[in-house]
């Protein structure tokens, strides 16, 4: 099956800094990618849509120039959480899917940002 | 708007078990998607089942089946004969068909906590 990986998987940082979280489909290419966030023992949070080559869409109440997305490739969207603060420590998620098909969407493993 | 409500925080069942949990959603649309997702402690999202709205045949996989019921905005998860590896949170996710503003967009539940005790 299809495969997204995410790197890093762990990431701590100083609050104040930013820090970028890849997500690439290793074996298919992604039109679209979506990121996630999800804090503890809590559900998913659709927090943007990415589509290459083009703008990222956000959900509302999603600081844009807070979180960064850059779909560069069609292999490869970024997520920048810039001048990060304790409180942006979450879990962060991404998923991608092959144009014409938004019902079948592969999951990135995850990455865990905690800001100190 | 669209809402997804799963009302069990935590189920538990015994191994070899049927556990059914449950999942109720709101909407106006006539077509759309519904899924179930695992997630396992690892964190990574699987996708157990899925079911199209305009297919009136409950889908199934293995010992995983649903019961949908379109009119009550209802959409049930069986697992049958629970394996220890069944433990995991299960989502209920919520997509509109071929709408372009929502296009892939999954609408999640709260999550249940299924716990398969030996």
């Known amino acids: 099956g299809a495969v997204v990986s995410q790197h890093p998987s762990w990431v701590i940082c100083k609050s104040g800094t930013s820090v970028k979280i890849e997500c690439r489909s290793l074996?298919?290419?992604?039109?679209?990618m979506f990121w996630y966030r999800q804090f503890p023992k809590q559900s998913l949070m659709l927090m943007a849509t990415?589509?290459?080559?083009?703008?990222?869409?956000?959900e509302q109440g999603v600081e844009k120039d807070k979180f960064l997305i850059n779909h560069a490739s069609l292999t490869l969207s970024t997520l920048t959480v810039t001048s990060a603060h304790p409180e942006d420590s979450s879990f962060y998620i991404c998923?991608?899917?092959?144009?014409?098909?938004?019902?079948?969407?592969?999951f990135g493993p995850g990455t865990r940002l905690t800001v100190l | 708007a669209q809402t997804v409500t799963q009302s069990q925080p935590e189920m538990s069942v015994q191994e070899a078990e049927t556990v059914t949990l449950s999942c109720t959603y709101d909407t106006s649309e006539n077509n759309y998607y519904l899924f179930w997702y695992k997630q396992p402690p690892s964190r990574q999202m699987i996708l157990v089942i899925r079911q199209e709205a305009y297919k009136q045949q409950n889908a199934t996989e293995n010992r995983f089946s649903v019961n949908f019921q379109k009119a009550a905005k209802s959409f049930s998860l069986k697992i049958s004969d629970s394996q220890l590896g069944d433990t995991a949170m299960y989502f209920c996710?919520?997509?509109?068909?071929?709408?372009?503003?929502?296009?892939?967009?999954?609408?999640f539940g709260a999550g249940t906590q299924v716990v398969v005790t030996p």
């Open positions: 074996d298919f290419q992604a039109t679209t």
């Open positions: 990415s589509n290459e080559g083009s703008k990222a869409t956000y």
């Open positions: 996710a919520f997509m509109k068909h071929g709408a372009t503003d929502s296009w892939g967009k999954l609408q």
């Open positions: 998923s991608a899917t092959l144009g014409g098909y938004p019902d079948t969407q592969y």
